[in-house]
Structures are given as structure tokens and as C-alpha cells.
């Protein structure tokens, strides 16, 4: 009898301990990932809601023309459009080597006083790539043409 109950109770304990083992390493992947997980925007999103100062997220669109300006060092100001809408972006380093005017780009940062403040930016890779949901935002504005078109 006495060897049951110390079964039964052993058996409790591990199914306990998994139990605490698994919700530890939820809580823990979750706070690992609070601050990776970047959720895509279109100019025309960021200016219908703006998101709040601390919310990192990536914008992606096509640069506007006649809107790249070099200033003192290595900040970089430019607009993203998608065609509806026009964002300022603000970046300090060193942009890709395909980045130019009229091209797709998406940018990782945050929305700041209307002003996008981008930590990172991506260029299109060749003349038919664009990141899809660059593409996607630009459709729905009606900007979007074929490669070749």
C-alpha cells in the first residue's frame, strides 16, 4: 500500500515539475522575442495610425524622388511613399549599395515625433526583387508596376 502512494506521489511531482519546466520556458521565449518580432507597415498605415515612440517596426516602400538629402556625416534623410502617403526617414550610417531614389527599400525603427528613425535599411537586391509586402502596400495604393512594364 505504502509503495502505491509513493508511486502515485513521485508521479505527481514530475508531471508537477514538467508542468513549471513549461511555463518557465514559454515565459522565457516570449521575453526573448518582445523585442524581435517587428511587425510590418506601409506609409499609409504609419500615417492613418501612428504607432507609438517605442514600437519598433519596419516600413518598406519606394523612395521618393528628389527627397534624398546628405547631411553632416553619415545622416541620411529621405521619404518612403507607397503612393497614398509619404513618410520622412531619418538614417545615420552607411546605406547599401543598390539604395537610390525610385527604388524599394525597407527600413527598421520607430516612428518619432513624424519623423521615422530607422536603425537599419534594406535596398532591393537586383532589378526584379522588392520584398513582398513592399510590393503588397504599393498594389493597394495602385503604384505597383510589373518589372518590364
Do not use: W
Amino acid at each position: 500500500m505504502a509503495l502505491k502512494s509513493l508511486k502515485k506521489k513521485r508521479r505527481v511531482q514530475v508531471i508537477a515539475m514538467t508542468a513549471v519546466a513549461l511555463i518557465v520556458s514559454t515565459a522565457l521565449i516570449g521575453y526573448a522575442m518582445r523585442d524581435g518580432i517587428n511587425f510590418f507597415r506601409s506609409p499609409s498605415q504609419v500615417v492613418e495610425t501612428p504607432p507609438s515612440p517605442s514600437e519598433t517596426f519596419r516600413i518598406g516602400g519606394l523612395v521618393e524622388e528628389g527627397s534624398l538629402v546628405r547631411g553632416q556625416g553619415q545622416e541620411i534623410r529621405f521619404r518612403v511613399t507607397d503612393g497614398g502617403a509619404t513618410v520622412p526617414v531619418v538614417y545615420s550610417g552607411v546605406l547599401p549599395d543598390l539604395f537610390e531614389e525610385n527604388q524599394g527599400m525597407v527600413g527598421t525603427g520607430r516612428y518619432v515625433n513624424g519623423v521615422f528613425e530607422a536603425h537599419e535599411i534594406l535596398a532591393k537586391h537586383d532589378e526584379t526583387y522588392m520584398p513582398k509586402e513592399v510590393v503588397d502596400a504599393l498594389k493597394e495604393q495602385g503604384v505597383y508596376q510589373e518589372p518590364g512594364s
